[in-house]
């Protein structure tokens, strides 16, 4: 069985990203994801990048998940996080680049941008700790 996932948004592409358009669609080379603000969890999503806390990671590693890799990304923080958060901590977080194919792999992308996730790999999110997000069956 596999779910959409749309993961908690803290944030948006930041000033220092490096990004174009090809075939009408974002492609993202160098990803900076400024922070407005976060409620914790360890995967979010600015359309069409997604980031994941260490230990998210190490999880997903740890359980050999199929259809994403990690890369670094450059986390800041926007003034409004300043203004909301104040010096709230933020842990290591990686750029999940997904390449799977949807419904086949354990992290895929729809084409609407809307991330397919395997019902392993969803259930290792929510102990991981994804509280936010939304979840839907991918009806066939």
Not at 94 to 104: H, R
Request: aromatic fraction near 10%.
């Amino acid at each position: 069985m596999f779910f959409y996932l749309e993961p908690e948004v803290a944030g948006g592409i930041g000033p220092h990203s490096e990004l174009h358009r090809e075939d009408g669609r974002l492609v993202v080379t160098r990803l900076n994801y400024q922070f407005d603000g976060w409620l914790g969890d360890a995967l979010l999503e600015t359309t069409p990048c997604f980031i994941v806390t260490d230990a998210a990671r190490q999880q997903i590693d740890d359980a050999l998940l199929s259809g994403a890799s990690f890369t670094d990304v450059e986390v800041t923080r926007s003034d409004l996080f300043t203004d909301l958060c104040d010096d709230k901590a933020l842990p290591r977080f990686w750029w999940m680049v997904v390449a799977g194919k949807p419904e086949v792999d354990d992290f895929g992308m729809a084409g609407d941008l809307r991330l397919v996730v395997s019902e392993r790999a969803l259930a290792l999110l929510r102990r991981v700790g994804i509280a936010h997000a939304e979840v839907q069956p991918v009806s066939d």
